[in-house]
């Protein structure tokens, strides 16, 4: 109909408005690179607080940053680094978390996984998990080097979109299969996770298609989905006993609520109430811009588990 054909039109002005805007802040360099692995993407940026917030002589929250892109190569850290520094200047020590992804060009694969598209494949199996689980046990002892002003007692979470899976599959490491080669022994040390737009279910997010079957790539592939499920899907590893926000655009046509709703749902299952803060006409990416109102609403819900 007419009217849904104007009402579809208006939903992708809006959100190629909204990534534009996203994307088009400078990067902001860190203070200091660290390594923790061999691998050129195998570091992690960090950025000091701007200013202070803690007490005489305190130290800042630190605040774990682990960025969004489908898990495929072409997203780097570089475009949330305007979020990263949004965060500096309201006074958090941060973490900018880089990791392995996927890069191997195959047709109907892309990005927008149309017909004959060429593009890369999401994530790397298990290079991506590999990578985010050193990163995080590296990280107290790079903060206490790199980066003297963060309280690493005050260490919150949060990633966007597959940063956002990545964020919530890191809470849950302890509750991973025992053979699982990341599995820790109990819940990490952490004040939260504040996961934005995470694809945080993946069941769902397949039937949704969300980001041309990235879920599945990042698993391998048909077969790899089935039997890797239980160690990636955010959804199966509850309850974490780690607070737990969902911050979801209502309008996001990338990863849709239905996505940030399952994994809440699948929570109080498991016994856990997970907060969904619900924005609404905001789409995928005002989320990590620090020129939208959605971003300090991000920040405050930061703040209040980091504080």
């Known amino acids: 109909m007419p009217d849904d054909a104007a009402a579809r039109a208006a939903a992708e002005a809006r959100a190629a408005a909204e990534e534009e805007s996203a994307f088009s802040h400078a990067a902001v360099d860190p203070d200091t690179t660290a390594a923790y ?9 960090f950025y000091a607080p701007r200013e202070a917030l803690a007490p005489a002589g305190g130290l800042a929250p630190l605040i774990v940053v682990l960025h969004g892109g ?22 958090f020590a941060v973490a900018n978390v880089e990791y392995r992804r996927g890069g191997v060009s195959v047709p109907g694969q892309g990005p927008a996984a149309g017909a004959g598209d060429v593009g890369p494949v999401a994530g790397r199996w298990p290079e991506t998990f590999d990578d985010v689980a050193a990163a995080m046990d590296a990280l107290p002892a790079l903060v206490r080097e790199f980066l003297p002003q963060a309280d690493p007692r005050r260490m ?12 919530l599959w890191a809470a849950a490491r302890h509750l991973l299969p025992a053979d699982a080669v990341w599995r820790i022994d109990r819940p990490a040390p952490w004040r939260g996770v504040v996961a934005l737009a995470p694809i945080a279910d993946f069941t769902v ?5 969300v980001c041309g079957g990235a879920c599945r790539q990042l698993l391998g592939g048909e077969e790899g989905f089935t039997a890797r499920l239980p160690y990636a899907d955010p959804a199966l ?16 046509t990338v990863v849709p609520q239905a996505v940030a709703e399952a994994y809440a749902d699948a929570a109080a299952k498991a016994g856990e109430v997970v907060g969904l803060t619900l924005l609404e006409d905001v789409g995928h990416f005002p989320l990590i811009d620090p020129a939208a109102d959605a971003c300090a609403v991000v920040a405050e819900e930061i703040a209040q588990l980091a504080w």
Do not use: C, M, N
């Not at 919150?156 to 964020?167: D, E, M, P, Q």
């Open 37 to 45: 692995g061999d691998d050129p993407d195998q570091v992690i940026d």
């Open 156 to 167: 919150v979470v949060t990633g966007h979109s597959a940063g956002g899976h990545l964020a």
């Open 70 to 91: 489908a898990w495929r190569a072409p997203y780097d850290r570089r475009h949330v680094t305007p979020f990263a520094d949004f965060l500096a200047r309201r006074g």
């Open 205 to 209: 997010a397949e039937k949704l298609d």
């Open 237 to 252: 590893l509850l309850p974490t006993g780690i607070a737990t926000t969902l911050v979801q655009g209502r309008a996001d």
